[in-house]
C-alpha cells in the first residue's frame, strides 16, 4: 500500500478506499508482481463485477502497476499518458471453417493486450505475420507467441520480442456455426521507448 501511495494504480484517484488485487485471481499467489493496489471502482472493471465483462486484461493491470509504482518510487514522472497507444474494439461474426485477422507494428517490447470472448469454442491465437503467412500458405501448424485453442473467451498479454508486424488470428473450427465474438485489443508502447523520445 505505501508504495503505491495507498492509491489505485489504475485510476490514480487519492483518497478513495482501496484494496490489493491478485491479478491472476489467485489469492495463494502472493507474489510482488501479481498484487496491485486498486480502488473498489477499479476492482470492479478488472474481476467484471460490473455485469459488462471484464474492462482490463491481466497484462494491462501489470502495466498499470508497475507504471505507476514508478512514479511513486520517483523514477518517473507522471506525464498523464498511461492510456495504450492504440485500441480497438469490434464485435464481428466469423464464418464456420474461416478466419480473421488484427494486424499490428509493434516496436521490441511493446505491450500487445486482447481480450478475446466467443459464443462458440474458437482458437485465439498471437504470432509473428511471417508465422501467420507460412500457416495460410502451407497449411501447417501455427506457431504463435501467446493465445488459445477451442477456447470460449480467452485474455492475451504478449511483449513483442522484436520490432515487426504481428497478428492476432480468430479461426472457427466449427462445422455450420457462426462465432460471434467480440475482441478488445490495447497496444502499449514500451516504456523505454516513451522515456527517450
Do not use: Q
Amino acid at each position: 500500500m505505501a508504495a503505491n501511495r495507498h492509491t489505485s494504480c489504475i485510476c490514480r484517484e487519492p483518497r478513495k478506499h482501496v484494496v490489493i488485487h491478485h491479478v491472476d485471481e489467485d489469492p495463494s499467489n502472493n507474489d510482488w508482481d501479481n498484487l496491485a493496489v486498486v480502488c473498489h471502482d477499479c476492482h470492479s472493471r478488472v474481476t467484471g463485477d460490473e455485469g459488462l465483462g471484464r474492462s482490463f486484461s491481466a497484462g494491462e493491470v501489470r502495466k498499470y502497476k508497475k507504471e505507476w509504482e514508478s512514479i511513486c518510487a520517483g523514477e518517473r514522472k507522471d506525464d498523464g499518458e498511461d492510456e495504450p497507444g492504440e485500441t480497438e474494439y469490434e464485435v464481428t461474426t466469423v464464418a464456420p471453417g474461416t478466419h480473421k485477422t488484427y494486424e499490428y507494428d509493434l516496436e521490441e517490447g511493446d505491450l500487445f493486450t486482447a481480450r478475446v470472448e466467443s459464443d462458440v469454442p474458437i482458437d485465439a491465437l498471437f504470432c509473428r505475420i511471417s508465422a501467420y503467412r507460412r500457416w495460410v500458405r502451407e497449411e501447417a501448424e501455427l506457431s504463435f507467441l501467446d493465445g488459445g485453442e477451442s477456447v470460449y473467451e480467452r485474455e492475451i498479454s504478449c511483449d513483442a520480442d522484436r520490432e515487426g508486424r504481428h497478428v492476432l488470428v480468430i479461426v472457427n473450427d466449427e462445422d455450420g456455426e457462426d462465432a460471434v465474438v467480440r475482441v478488445d485489443i490495447a497496444i502499449w508502447p514500451d516504456d523505454e521507448d516513451a522515456n527517450e523520445s
